[in-house]
């Protein structure tokens, strides 16, 4: 059977993943994603009303032309997890292809939302969830075989899908850190990826998110950011003023670990941003999590600022707010609260908890450090950097490609400096650049057997 692998975005960048895998005259699609930064760059970007080609052009999604290149037909539209650079072009380049979104219970949530939210097309794909363990039958040949298998990142319900081949498989390795003590949730499940580098014809080729190859070890685990959390807000559970926290919103297990330790000394924890009530709201929903009663979730401006103002007359100590805004995103709720915009006032002394890492960018960097600036002017103590990322380092790659054993390696997820660091490690296991271990491009085609 022919197997030809087409990467069509995400491997120039960190952002607006597309991979396209035809086995015979089958195609199954790996995430469309967004590329925010290329967005962010440019002002007042209102993408819901925006056109596929011009989307292209800045660079903010995945340039899919190069399908036309690919012989046979799109069966599924498979992304990983609900992180925008895996799902955000959904409701911009699905409705061209003639088949259904395919993901876990929580990411097909995600999709179903943000295809609601779109203004300028009608993606009427089917939307069909499958768990992690599951399998399904791709195309009419009876020899296809998509399956997912858990893994664990900063956002629940993550999968890596394998797609069974008669000449081995084809594993799908975007995004994942190795955690077998996650917050919430289930461990990876190592055990499979170990079956399927074993079974039948081994992995014929490991697609691989290089995010932090370049660095060291291992990637501590989930509960290591949880046990770090616990220990600051500890510290200063005897402050009697403000304290307030911000994380990705999309990172539940960190959401409710917060909402945990607010709980445990005594402050009401309160979700502030649109997107913190979308992603709790949404665990919540499907039985993901389960918040405390009295945890207020308020996505709307007029009702976030009438709960900044009941938490200014009943007093600041009794409260927690965890908001938006931890990489200084310029309206984002803790950026709004630094600029004195919220009815919300910091004073001297009042704790800012960033449960989260700058992401290496400029433009974000520039704007976490205007933001910080803003609370600390205003006397705000920060608590940065408390945080682990969910994206293997060098030590998780190894074991993957140990367990996997596969045939053809490709690195993803980075730009060509990104790669250096796992075409070392891969080299080292004796792949070749050229030969098993194949560095390319946006819109490439990679034909693996003829
Ligand atoms: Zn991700």
Redesign the pocket.
Known sequence: MEIEIATIGGYEEVGRQMTAVRAGDDVVVFDMGLNLSQVLIHDNVETEKMHSLDLIDMGAIPDDRVMSDLEGDVKAIVPT?G?L??IGAISKLAHRYDAPVVASPFTIELVKQQVEGENKFNVNNDLVKMSAGETMSIGDSGQVELEFVHVT???ID?INPVLHTPEGAIVYG??KRMDHSPVIEDPIDMQRFREIGREGNGVLAYIEDCTNAGRKGRTPSESVARKHLEDTIRSIEDYDGGIVATTFSSHVSRVSSIVEFAKDIGRQPVLLGRSMEKYSGTAERLGFVDFPDDVGMYGHRKSVDRTFKRIMKEGKENFLPIVTGHQGEPRAMLTRMGRGETPYEIEDGDKVIFSARVIPEPTNEGQRYQSERLLKMQGARIYDEIHVS?HLREEGHYQMLDALQPQHVIPAHQNLKGFSPYVDLCESQGYALGRDLHVTRNGNMIQLVE
């Open positions: 997890h992180h650079d895996h990142h900063s956002i993550a975007l995004d969910g």
